[in-house]
């Protein structure tokens, strides 16, 4: 059963454009949401969280939107940029003793020059 | 130092080999783990030490031996591993158990032949 779900397995947008990436979440204990990037052969980098008392967290280009009631998240990238081009995984940490990080199977975005 | 480096970057082993892994991070950061991906899926969860006591194993098969030296380092020992153990396998480490925010090493590629 999949707590964390990325539907969109891969995204094309041109650069300059915004790039949205969705993620849907089942679990209402998670409470934290995290995106991280991917480049293929090598580890994943943290890009931005939210925590689930806010609804919104900026960085520079990269904006995450979390809606608790419809248990979703999107990140937002404006504007995209050729280098953006990644896997990008949406990740969710349940509330308790035993935390750990529940992953989405990813979205591959390709920004095109 | 915000790197995690991991050794070596690959790895080609037969069915009878014994190999090892080796991660090491300088961040001061007290948990490390080892988690596991193979090519278009999300990274998987092998274990987790916190404070240099293992923690979480999930139910990894005993042919994957973790071990933790020291706060620093980390190491996985391979013995008689299976053409399906094939993956890319990455260290990673965070400021404490309960701290998601992940820093990744760049991985070990492994091809068990």
């Known amino acids: 059963d999949q707590q964390v779900k990325q539907n969109s397995p891969s995204l094309s947008v041109q650069e300059g454009r915004i790039s949205i990436l969705n993620c849907d979440y089942t679990?209402?204990?998670?409470?934290?949401f995290l995106w991280y990037k991917k480049y293929p052969a090598e580890g994943p980098t943290f890009l931005i969280s939210?925590?689930?008392i806010k609804d919104k967290n900026e960085d520079g280009r990269f904006t995450v939107f979390l809606n608790k009631s419809a248990k979703h998240l999107s990140l937002h990238i404006v504007p995209s940029q050729p280098g953006d081009s990644a896997v990008y995984f949406c990740?969710?940490?349940?509330?308790?003793?035993?935390?750990?990080?529940?992953w989405g199977l990813g979205t591959s975005l390709g920004v095109n020059p | 130092d915000t790197e995690v480096t991991q050794t070596p970057k690959h790895l080609v082993m037969g069915m009878t080999n014994k190999k090892s892994l080796k991660c090491e991070q300088h961040?001061?950061?007290?948990?490390m783990y080892w988690y596991k991906q193979k090519a278009k899926k999300p990274p998987e969860l092998m274990f987790v030490y916190s404070y240099e006591k293992l923690s979480i194993n999930e139910s990894v098969p005993s042919r994957f031996s973790p071990e933790c030296p020291n706060s620093s380092l980390l190491n996985l020992h391979l013995h008689a591993l299976q053409p399906e153990d094939s993956a890319l396998y990455l260290c990673?480490?965070?400021?404490?158990?309960?701290?998601?925010?992940?820093?990744f090493g760049s991985g070990t590629q492994l091809s068990v032949l």
């Open positions: 679990n209402s204990m998670f409470d934290y």
């Open positions: 961040m001061g950061h007290r948990a």
């Open positions: 939210i925590s689930s």
């Open positions: 990673a480490s965070s400021r404490d158990r309960g701290w998601e925010k992940l820093f």
């Open positions: 990740a969710a940490s349940n509330a308790g003793n035993n935390r750990k990080l529940i």
